[in-house]
C-alpha cells in the first residue's frame, strides 16, 4: 500500500473511534437526563435512586419530624404519632420526669434547627402527672402539635394516702335527705378538659351518670373524644379558650377569643369549635377571666353564642366575671358555677365537693359543679356514686338547670 492510502486509512479508524465515543457519549447523556427526568417526576430511577441517591429535597418540617422521631427512638422514650386530615402530626409523648427536662431542650434546639417557633400552649397538672402541649410552627403554618405527658414521682405518703380513698369517703357524717313533699334538688357537673388525653370518654361513660363533658376544641384528641362522647349518650360543649388577665398563660390568637378580636376572628373560632365538636348543644369559658369580666367584649361574643343557637355556662373564673349576667339580660339560656371540685387536687378535697354540691343543691334546689379529668377528681366521683344515690337528689346533665 502506498503511503497515501496507509495515511487515509488510519486516519478513517481515528474518524470511526471518535464517531464511536461520540455516539456513546450522546446516548449516555440521553439515559442519564431521561432518568434524572423520571427521579423528578417520582418514578423509578435506577441511576439516582440507587446508585447515586441524591438527597432529597425535605421541608424543615419534614427534617425536623425525622429528628424528632429519631431521638425519640434513641432515648427509648414511649411515644406514639398520627397525622391528622389538615396534614398535622401528633406525638403522643409519655415520659418520667427526669427526662423532661432534657427532651424540651434538645426539642427547642430541633426547631430552631430547622427556623421553626414552638409555643408551650397548656400545662395541666394532675395527680400522677403534669401534661404539656407544645405547637410547632414552620414558615408560619401549624406543623406538629406535642403532648407531653411527664409521670410524677409520688412520694410514699401520697401514695399512702391515695389507696384507702373509699374509706375516706365513708367517714364522712352523710348529709340529710330532703324534707318530703319538696321538689328533687338537682345537680349537674361538667368535666372540662376534655381533648388532651385518649380515651378519657370512656372514664367518663363509666362512672354511669350523665355528666356533661366540656372539649378543649384545638386539643390534639378533640375530635375522637367528641365522637365517642356522642356515641355514649354524654352531653358535650365546647370548652372554649378565652383571654386570661395573666400575661403568662400563653393565648395565641387563632385558639383563644379575645377582648380585642374582631366579629369576624370570633365568629371564626366558634364555627371551627363547633366542626371540632359538632355534638355540642352549648359551651363554657375556657380561662377568660379578662373576657368575662369585659362587659363589651363579652356581649360581643354572646351575640354570636345566641345566633348559633347554644347556651352559654359560665365557668366564673373570677370574681369580676359579668357573663352570667349579661346572657340573662340577653335571654341566652345560661348557667353559673357554683363549685369548683378540684382548685385542690387531692381525693379528699374532692370528696368534701361532691358533698358541698348536695347541700348547696338542697339549699337553692339546684346546684353546678365543674371538676377536670384528674386521677384524683374522677376517684372520689366514682366511690361517692352511692352515697349520691341515697341522698334524693337528682343528677342531671347541665342543659337541665339552664335559666
Same mark, same amino acid.
Given at each position: 500500500?502506498?503511503?497515501?492510502?496507509?495515511?487515509?486509512?488510519?486516519?478513517?479508524?481515528?474518524?470511526?473511534?471518535?464517531?464511536?465515543?461520540?455516539?456513546?457519549?450522546?446516548?449516555?447523556?440521553?439515559? /442519564?437526563?431521561?432518568?434524572?427526568?423520571?427521579?423528578?417526576?417520582?418514578?423509578?430511577?435506577?441511576?439516582?435512586?440507587?446508585? /447515586?441517591?441524591?438527597?432529597?429535597?425535605?421541608?424543615?418540617?419534614?427534617?425536623?419530624?425525622?429528628?424528632?422521631?429519631?431521638?425519640?427512638?434513641?432515648?427509648?422514650?414511649?411515644?406514639?404519632?398520627?397525622?391528622?386530615?389538615?396534614?398535622?402530626? @401528633?406525638?403522643?409523648? /409519655?415520659?418520667?420526669?427526669?427526662?423532661?427536662?432534657?427532651?424540651?431542650?434538645?426539642?427547642?434546639?430541633?426547631?430552631?434547627?430547622?427556623?421553626?417557633?414552638?409555643?408551650?400552649?397548656?400545662?395541666?397538672?394532675?395527680?400522677?402527672?403534669?401534661?404539656?402541649?407544645?405547637?410547632?410552627?414552620?414558615?408560619?403554618?401549624?406543623?406538629? /402539635?406535642?403532648?407531653?405527658?411527664?409521670?410524677?414521682?409520688?412520694?410514699?405518703?401520697?401514695?399512702?394516702?391515695?389507696?384507702?380513698?373509699?374509706?375516706?369517703?365513708?367517714?364522712?357524717?352523710?348529709?340529710?335527705?330532703?324534707?318530703?313533699?319538696?321538689?328533687?334538688?338537682?345537680?349537674?357537673?361538667?368535666?372540662?378538659?376534655?381533648?388532651?388525653?385518649?380515651?378519657?370518654?370512656?372514664?367518663?361513660?363509666?362512672?354511669?351518670?350523665?355528666?356533661?363533658?366540656?372539649?378543649?376544641?384545638?386539643?390534639?384528641?378533640?375530635? *375522637?373524644?367528641?365522637?365517642?362522647? @356522642?356515641?355514649?349518650?354524654?352531653?358535650?360543649?365546647?370548652?372554649?379558650?378565652?383571654?386570661?388577665?395573666?400575661?403568662?398563660?400563653?393565648?395565641?390568637?387563632?385558639?383563644?377569643?379575645?377582648?380585642? *378580636?374582631?366579629?369576624?376572628?370570633?365568629?371564626?373560632?366558634?364555627?371551627?369549635?363547633?366542626?371540632?365538636?359538632?355534638?355540642?348543644?352549648?359551651?363554657?369559658?375556657?380561662?377568660?377571666?379578662?373576657?368575662?369580666?369585659?362587659?363589651?367584649?363579652?356581649?360581643?361574643?354572646?351575640?354570636?353564642?345566641?345566633?348559633?343557637?347554644?347556651?352559654?355556662?359560665?365557668?366564673?373564673?373570677?370574681?369580676?366575671?359579668?357573663?352570667?349576667?349579661?346572657?340573662?339580660?340577653?335571654?341566652?339560656?345560661?348557667?353559673?358555677?357554683?363549685?369548683?371540685?378540684?382548685?385542690?387536687?387531692?381525693?379528699?378535697?374532692?370528696?368534701?365537693?361532691?358533698?358541698?354540691?348536695?347541700?348547696?343543691?338542697?339549699?337553692?334546689?339546684?346546684?353546678?359543679?365543674?371538676?377536670?379529668?384528674?386521677? *384524683?377528681?374522677?376517684?372520689?366521683?366514682?366511690?361517692?356514686?352511692?352515697?349520691?344515690?341515697?341522698?334524693?337528689?337528682?343528677?342531671?346533665?347541665?342543659?337541665?338547670?339552664?335559666?
Amino acid at each position: 500500500m502506498k503511503p497515501k492510502g496507509k495515511a487515509i486509512a488510519k486516519s478513517s479508524r481515528k474518524a470511526a473511534v471518535l464517531s464511536f465515543f461520540l455516539f456513546g457519549f450522546v446516548a449516555l447523556a440521553i439515559v /442519564v437526563a431521561l432518568e434524572f427526568l423520571d427521579y423528578q417526576a417520582g418514578r423509578y430511577s435506577f441511576i439516582f435512586s440507587k446508585l /447515586v441517591r441524591l438527597q432529597e429535597k425535605a421541608s424543615p418540617g419534614t427534617l425536623f419530624d425525622r429528628e424528632l422521631t429519631a431521638l425519640l427512638d434513641g432515648q427509648k422514650i414511649s411515644h406514639d404519632v398520627f397525622r391528622d386530615t389538615e396534614g398535622v402530626i @401528633h406525638f403522643k409523648i /409519655v415520659l418520667a420526669e427526669p427526662l423532661y427536662a432534657p427532651l424540651t431542650a434538645n426539642l427547642r434546639r430541633l426547631v430552631r434547627k430547622r427556623g421553626g417557633i414552638d409555643l408551650l400552649s397548656e400545662v395541666r397538672g394532675m395527680k400522677d402527672q403534669v401534661v404539656y402541649l407544645y405547637q410547632v410552627r414552620f414558615a408560619g403554618r401549624l406543623t406538629h /402539635v406535642l403532648l407531653l405527658s411527664k409521670k410524677l414521682a409520688l412520694p410514699p405518703a401520697a401514695q399512702s394516702a391515695a389507696a384507702p380513698a373509699t374509706t375516706a369517703a365513708k367517714a364522712r357524717p352523710p348529709l340529710k335527705a330532703p324534707a318530703e313533699g319538696g321538689k328533687t334538688p338537682r345537680l349537674a357537673i361538667i368535666i372540662d378538659d376534655i381533648g388532651y388525653a385518649d380515651l378519657v370518654a370512656d372514664q367518663l361513660r363509666d362512672l354511669g351518670i350523665p355528666l356533661t363533658a366540656a372539649v378543649i376544641p384545638d386539643a390534639p384528641y378533640a375530635r *375522637s373524644e367528641a365522637q365517642r362522647l @356522642h356515641e355514649y349518650g354524654l352531653e358535650e360543649i365546647v370548652h372554649m379558650p378565652m383571654q386570661p388577665k395573666d400575661p403568662a398563660n400563653h393565648h395565641p390568637r387563632d385558639q383563644f377569643i379575645l377582648a380585642d *378580636s374582631s366579629d369576624a376572628e370570633i365568629r371564626g373560632l366558634l364555627q371551627g369549635a363547633l366542626a371540632a365538636v359538632p355534638y355540642a348543644r352549648g359551651m363554657n369559658n375556657h380561662m377568660g377571666s379578662l373576657l368575662t369580666s369585659d362587659p363589651r367584649a363579652m356581649r360581643r361574643v354572646l351575640e354570636l353564642v345566641r345566633g348559633l343557637g347554644l347556651f352559654f355556662v359560665d365557668s366564673k373564673t373570677t370574681g369580676d366575671t359579668l357573663a352570667y349576667s349579661l346572657a340573662r339580660e340577653m335571654k341566652i339560656r345560661t348557667a353559673l358555677r357554683d363549685v369548683f371540685l378540684d382548685d385542690e387536687q387531692t381525693y379528699e378535697h374532692s370528696s368534701g365537693q361532691i358533698r358541698r354540691l348536695v347541700e348547696l343543691a338542697r339549699q337553692n334546689g339546684h346546684a353546678l359543679a365543674i371538676g377536670h379529668p384528674f386521677p *384524683s377528681t374522677l376517684t372520689a366521683l366514682r366511690d361517692s356514686i352511692p352515697w349520691l344515690k341515697r341522698q334524693k337528689v337528682a343528677i342531671v346533665p347541665v342543659s337541665e338547670l339552664l335559666e
